[in-house]
């Protein structure tokens, strides 16, 4: 076993133990040397991975992919939102394959409410990373408003699709198959791309049946008359990407 090999299996058990004790007694009752005895290794090995505990337990769902930045750039040609979902790809393909690590993770923290500034602080992060990529692939000048809202604007569609899918996982029917984080990811995705549209609901009525009338009307009677509005978030995330301006940029 090589150093880098070591170094990973460390960073997992210390990452494991401390989610473990977390979701067994609460995320503030778990000390570092608590974290470190359950992991086999020392309280400065620990900091030696993590500078708090609050670290170990929230994680970053982009640890251990290739630069998104060069991700995004070597996405394939279309809207900057389509290469924005295939540049976070090899993420999911990650967090679905170590399913149980990120469910534990998920449950943590939302038994935990106080680690979603440390969530919150990983994510503005990673926003500030994926702007500058979008920027880059569509050749905007600095301080254009469109990279740094579709950044926001997916970062925001990702985190729901992990809770959302964390959520299927704990409440789901034995014999309905679970839905994966990727149709998750796509399906959030595709609202964003369909500019937020009002989706259709799915009324039922007294007896359990499907609602008859279905299709909304206004308090008249009448169709809704502009059944075609989308949001400003939505013409930024939906519509076509902007034309890159003329104007330098710093690099």
Not at 65 to 80: F, K, N, S
Not at 109 to 114: E, F, L, T
Not at 188 to 213: E, I, K, N, S, W
Request: charged share 25%; glycine share 8%; no cysteine.
């Amino acid at each position: 076993m090589n150093r880098d090999d070591k170094r990973r299996l460390t960073r997992r058990a210390l990452i494991g133990a401390a989610l473990r004790l977390a979701d067994e007694r609460g995320a503030d009752r778990v000390t570092v040397d608590e974290i470190s005895e359950a992991a086999g290794v020392s309280p400065r090995t620990f900091f030696n991975y993590f500078p708090t505990r609050e670290d170990a337990l929230v994680g970053d769902p982009l640890e251990g992919v290739t630069d998104p930045r060069e991700l995004l750039l070597g996405a394939p040609p279309g809207p900057a939102l389509a290469a924005v979902e295939a540049a976070l790809a090899p993420a999911i393909r990650l967090i679905q394959d170590d399913r149980e690590l990120w469910l534990l993770r998920l449950r943590v923290i939302m038994n935990n409410p106080h680690l979603l500034p440390r969530l919150a602080a990983t994510a503005a992060t990673a926003e500030r990373e994926m702007t500058a990529a979008i920027a880059d692939r569509l050749g905007l000048a600095t301080g254009h408003a469109f990279p740094p809202v579709l950044a926001a604007v997916t970062g925001a569609a990702l985190r729901v699709a992990l809770m959302r899918w964390a959520e299927d996982a704990q409440n789901g029917l034995p014999d309905v198959p679970e839905k994966s984080l990727s149709d998750h990811v796509h399906e959030a995705f595709g609202m964003v791309a369909d500019g937020l549209a009002d989706p259709t609901p799915h009324l039922r009525t007294a007896a359990g049946g499907p609602d008859p009338t279905p299709h909304l009307r206004t308090a008249v009677g009448g169709p809704d008359p502009t059944p075609h509005l989308r949001t400003a978030v939505g013409e930024a995330a939906g519509g076509p990407d902007p034309t890159p301006t003329n104007a330098p940029r710093n690099r």
